[in-house]
């Protein structure tokens, strides 16, 4: 095949896929993305430096197409996230590509699937994470048809993905209907039982939840222009626009307490004070609001980065994005974020890159890592268990399902997305909410900053939203329900499944021609 046909199929392949992804694309495009890069794979009689190039373009068009808005945050950012995740995305099909040609067609097909669930999975799971474009996200605007990934989670998405493309491209090269029969069929039945799941009707118990969004402009006033206490008069203004004895819960969004906080004396905290004092005629009153915290360690070994100094003094703490529960009784728990952005708030692979913190910090970061929460963190109040998620936290499916298995009963996503102005990328992390409330049946209130901030109920609709850079609060009754899912309870298994597999086809694809041969 001449290289300019290559280049024809693999940007084809990018474009699909593209046009196919929240916020605004049309989903059903991505069941035949794959296809015109399979056919070239298919019909290239090159080598690898012939197959490569134009895989690697596909891919880096697409990561660019849907995530170029990172670059309102960091530019150095977006093209080390695209080009990276480009990188590993080419090296997955590359190697499909190995395994298809030193065995066969069906042993290739089944290794696609296999390694790219494995890739995914795998992404979730190491210090440069950037599962942002894992394929089981494309339908977070489509929840009709994935209601059971309370059985699967997204990888099931993937899966599913994956083999409607394979379906497609043998029909293509093989010309059998008998491959268009079956990928109408796995639509079908799936759409079906996505209809069956979403007709049920899950009650329970009720609280009154109010959303505050400041809509403070994080790159002119959030941490400049606009003192901490001015800040805290809008939240309070609108707090009482909206509450009443009836409220359970007001929410705030990501690093709004902003000043640093020690957290062995935060409850003498001046701005923590003035917000319980404000409110002291709601005894019943609760609050989940972002903070930057400060704890001090007894770690010393600054080659942490994480780990910070005071001066030439023996005191040495970390710095966490943190979430509040100000408790009605008086106590404040914190939820410290677990789920790190990298290059922005840690420094991935530290023993390797931690003499590039200044380049990190240049990017947009902060100075060496914030510190990390173990795990995401259970509340209870009155009887209710609930959790929170700090921003990036809530794409992580299987880290939110933890909390579920444990008995939370609903979720706070708090979030700053005005980093990324009008782009995609708000929208984008919006809609991925949408998954986890589907893959744990529990409903989930996010706030973030300059919006959008809603409510999602168990089924993935959002019942109610604020608009796009609108000063706003917004006030529901939430559902709860102690339902443990499939997927809550068994987390990504599919993942786990396909790195063995993973494992013994490549495995296989090295001791193939020496079987064929000798029989």
């Known amino acids: 095949m001449k290289l300019k046909h290559s280049f024809f199929y693999s940007i084809l392949t990018s474009l699909l896929l593209s046009l196919s992804w929240p916020a605004n694309g049309f989903s059903f495009l991505i069941f035949f993305s794959f296809v015109p890069l399979?056919?070239?794979?298919?019909?290239?009689?090159?080598?690898?430096?012939?197959?490569?190039?134009?895989?690697?373009?596909?891919?880096?068009?697409?990561?660019?197409?849907?995530?170029?808005?990172?670059?309102?945050?960091?530019l150095p950012g977006m093209l080390i996230a695209v080009i990276l995740n480009a990188l590993f995305m080419s090296f997955v099909f590359c190697t499909y590509s190995f395994i298809r040609r030193r065995t066969n067609l069906k042993t290739g097909i089944f290794s696609l699937i296999f390694l790219w669930i494995s890739f995914e999975f795998l992404h979730y799971n190491w210090d440069i994470s950037w599962s942002w474009l894992t394929l089981g996200n494309v339908f977070s605007n489509s929840t009709y048809l994935i209601q059971w990934y309370e059985y699967t989670g997204v990888l099931g998405g993937s899966l599913w993905i994956l083999l409607s493309n394979i379906l497609l491209f043998l029909f293509l090269i093989k010309k059998n209907t008998k491959y268009i029969y079956a990928f109408v069929s796995i639509f079908a039945l799936l759409f079906v039982f996505s209809s069956v799941i979403k007709a049920q009707k899950i009650d329970g118990q009720e609280i009154d939840v109010v959303i505050v969004q400041p809509n403070i402009d994080p790159w002119k006033d959030k941490f400049s222009s606009m003192t901490i206490a001015d800040q805290v008069d809008i939240f309070i203004d609108l707090v009482k626009s909206k509450i009443d004895q009836d409220v359970d819960f007001v929410v705030g969004p990501e690093t709004f307490l902003y000043d640093n906080l020690w957290e062995d004396g935060i409850e003498f905290s001046p701005v923590i004070n003035n917000i319980k004092n404000s409110f002291e005629s709601f005894p019943k009153l609760n609050f989940i609001i972002g903070a930057t915290t400060l704890r001090r360690t007894e770690?010393?070994?600054?080659?942490?980065?994480?780990?910070?100094?005071?001066?030439?003094?023996?005191?040495?703490?970390?710095?966490?994005?943190?979430?509040?529960?100000?408790?009605?009784?008086?106590?404040?728990?914190?939820?410290?974020?677990?789920?790190?952005?990298?290059?922005?708030?840690?420094?991935?692979?530290?023993?390797?890159?931690?003499?590039?913190?200044?380049?990190?910090?240049?990017?947009g970061g902060v100075s060496g890592s914030l510190g990390q929460g173990n795990e995401i963190s259970i509340?209870?109040?009155?009887?209710?268990?609930?959790?929170?998620?700090?921003?990036?936290?809530?794409?992580f499916g299987e880290f939110i399902a933890k909390s579920f298995s444990k008995g939370s009963q609903l979720l706070f996503v708090i979030t700053n997305d005005g980093w990324w102005k009008d782009s995609p990328g708000h929208k984008q992390h919006l809609s991925y909410s949408r998954l986890r409330a589907i893959e744990n049946r529990k409903?989930?209130?996010?706030?973030?900053?300059?919006?959008?901030?809603?409510?999602?109920?168990?089924?993935?609709?959002?019942?109610?939203?604020?608009?796009?850079?609108?000063?706003?609060?917004?006030?529901?009754?939430?559902?709860?329900?102690?339902?443990?899912?499939?997927?809550?309870?068994?987390?990504?298994?599919?993942?786990?499944?396909?790195?063995?597999l993973s494992f013994l086809i490549v495995l296989y694809s090295f001791v193939f021609n020496k079987i064929t041969k000798k029989f």
């Open 443 to 500: 409903s989930i209130v996010r706030c973030a900053n300059t919006g959008i901030s809603c409510f999602v109920d168990v089924f993935g609709n959002i019942t109610q939203k604020t608009d796009w850079w609108t000063k706003d609060a917004i006030r529901q009754k939430v559902s709860l329900n102690k339902k443990i899912t499939f997927y809550a309870k068994h987390g990504d298994y599919l993942g786990r499944v396909a790195v063995l």
């Open 379 to 395: 509340f209870n109040y009155s009887k209710i268990d609930f959790s929170t998620s700090i921003c990036y936290e809530s794409i």
């Open 299 to 363: 770690e010393t070994d600054t080659l942490r980065f994480s780990v910070k100094r005071i001066g030439s003094t023996n005191i040495f703490y970390e710095i966490f994005n943190s979430a509040l529960f100000l408790n009605n009784d008086g106590s404040i728990n914190i939820h410290r974020k677990s789920k790190l952005v990298p290059g922005t708030e840690s420094i991935p692979f530290p023993e390797i890159f931690g003499k590039l913190s200044k380049v990190f910090e240049n990017m």
């Open 38 to 74: 399979l056919f070239f794979e298919y019909k290239s009689q090159g080598g690898f430096k012939k197959l490569y190039l134009p895989v690697f373009v596909s891919f880096l068009f697409w990561n660019f197409f849907t995530t170029y808005w990172i670059m309102y945050s960091s």
